[in-house]
């Protein structure tokens, strides 16, 4: 059995307090002993207990995700980089549902937080929202995912830009009649939906190509919902020549809608999307994408640096990159 931690303050000839405290890599220990306290650890095979650790130290040992949805692919994708980020140090991961309009907590996020973890990565959550907004307030560590902030450490593309990239390929291309199929229609929307939009109309309007209010479309980020959009797109009187869509998954469902009809996407109607979603190459939609897993790796490491470094940190930006993947579901009018 390995050393008790009173037995590796006996052997080394110093309290248990000092024991804890040098090998927390906390202050207040000189070098001298905090060495002598780690080599007298190691040779007795003495290994702290996680709880015990945790309870010293006031920390839970677990971060959250807030998130609005879990098993939607963007979500998930931030969600597995997080964890990625976990697997090198000795932290556990909490998901806790925040601003899906479909299920609506009736328990504060505070409320739900205390106690539970230390810090949080947000995803999708601008730091205006109600409840992120408190928690920056109370000075519980976040980090944000998906938009950019000046209050705490956030990574996000710039979505503005990456709507007037998919836009401008399509304008490029010849078409005029660019329909738009975005997310919600409610208030509480996503800033990517809010940035992705204007991207989309500045683009048009650099063109001096005027938006059509019959050519948008919601879609609510998901297959179904796109495919009711598209459906909604092709019943009205001013038709697409080319759709952006504001996700991969929403340009799935407008492809399938599409061949419903008998029309084939790149041919009959363009379609470009956003986020570079694994099934993007094998549907050959032409997207725009951008590093999700990777994003939710940076910000769990930016999460960890506030933790560890509290007295010197200082919120950052980080603006990922993204690439804009042309492939057959975008090509000239029919007929050029």
Request: net charge negative.
């Amino acid at each position: 059995m390995s050393a008790t931690i009173r037995e590796v303050a006996a052997a080394a000839g110093v309290s248990t307090a000092t024991v804890s405290r040098a090998l927390r890599g906390l202050p207040y220990v000189d070098e001298v002993t905090r060495k002598r306290v780690v080599e007298t650890a190691q040779r007795l095979d003495y290994v702290a207990s996680p709880s015990a650790s945790r309870l010293a130290s006031g920390r839970t040992g677990t971060i959250a995700v807030l998130t609005p949805y879990v098993a939607r692919w963007f979500f998930a994708t931030v969600i597995s980089g997080v964890a990625m980020a976990l697997t090198e140090g000795p932290l556990d991961l909490l998901l806790v549902e925040v601003g899906n309009p479909d299920r609506p907590s009736t328990v504060p996020l505070e409320q739900r937080l205390r106690s539970r973890a230390d810090g949080a990565v947000v995803v999708a959550l601008p730091d205006t929202y109600p409840e992120i907004s408190q928690l920056i307030e109370h000075d519980f560590p976040l980090t944000l995912v998906g938009s950019l902030s000046d209050r705490v450490s956030s990574v996000a593309i710039n979505d503005a830009e990456t709507g007037r990239l998919a836009t401008q390929h399509l304008i490029n291309l010849g078409h005029r009649e660019i329909g738009l199929i975005s997310g919600a229609t409610s208030d509480e929307s996503f800033t990517a939906q809010d940035d992705r939009t204007n991207g989309y109309h500045d683009a048009l309007t650099r063109s001096g190509i005027p938006a059509h209010p019959a050519l948008t479309a919601y879609g609510a980020f998901t297959r179904e919902g796109g495919e009711r959009a598209m459906v909604e797109l092709l019943s009205r009187e001013v038709q697409p020549t080319a759709v952006f869509c504001l996700s991969d998954e929403m340009a799935f469902g407008a492809m399938i809608a599409m061949r419903r009809q008998g029309l084939t996407p790149g041919i009959d109607i363009a379609l470009v999307g956003v986020d570079g979603h694994p099934q993007s190459e094998l549907a050959n939609l032409t997207t725009v994408a951008q590093p999700v897993a990777e994003m939710g790796r940076l910000a769990a490491v930016a999460l960890q640096d506030r933790l560890n470094n509290a007295e010197k940190y200082e919120p950052r930006q980080t603006a990922m990159s993204v690439e804009l993947v042309v492939r057959s579901s975008s090509a000239p009018p029919k007929g050029n």
